[in-house]
């Protein structure tokens, strides 16, 4: 998933009804391009569960998806996130081409 701004989890549709599952589970590289990856309204009650993500995340800013009081969770999600190795190697299909993004290699090395 490559939007150009903000990747939104939704909270609430156009009547206000909460419609965010409760321990969600993404399998996907995010790469939100300008902004970053968050849950809408992160702030506002009930707390949700957790976000499990294997994947990758990219970002230009960290994007916040819940809210904790000390290690309890109060409203929105706690993170379970988790690199695929895969990635490291093999991109994703239609993932953004190399050569037409302005990014270049400036130093590699295989570990």
């Known amino acids: 998933m490559i939007p150009e701004n903000y990747l939104y989890i939704n909270h609430y549709d156009n009547r206000s009804r909460d419609v965010a599952?409760?321990?969600i589970t993404i399998h996907a590289a995010l790469f939100s391009l300008n902004h970053s990856f968050t849950f809408?309204?992160?702030?506002?009650?009930?707390?949700k569960g957790t976000i499990t993500i294997l994947g990758s995340i990219g970002q230009r800013y960290r994007g916040p998806v819940?809210?904790?009081?000390?290690?309890n969770i109060v409203s929105g999600y706690s993170k379970d996130y988790n690199y695929d190795q895969r990635m490291q190697y093999d991109e994703p299909p239609h993932f953004?081409?190399?050569l037409?993004?302005?990014?270049?290699?400036s130093?590699?090395?295989e570990l």
């Open 66 to 71: 819940g809210t904790f009081r000390g290690n």
């Open 21 to 23: 599952p409760r321990d």
């Open 96 to 98: 953004i081409e190399p």
């Open 40 to 47: 809408e309204r992160y702030d506002r009650p009930p707390q």
């Open 100 to 105: 037409n993004t302005g990014f270049y290699i």
């Open 107 to 109: 130093n590699w090395e």
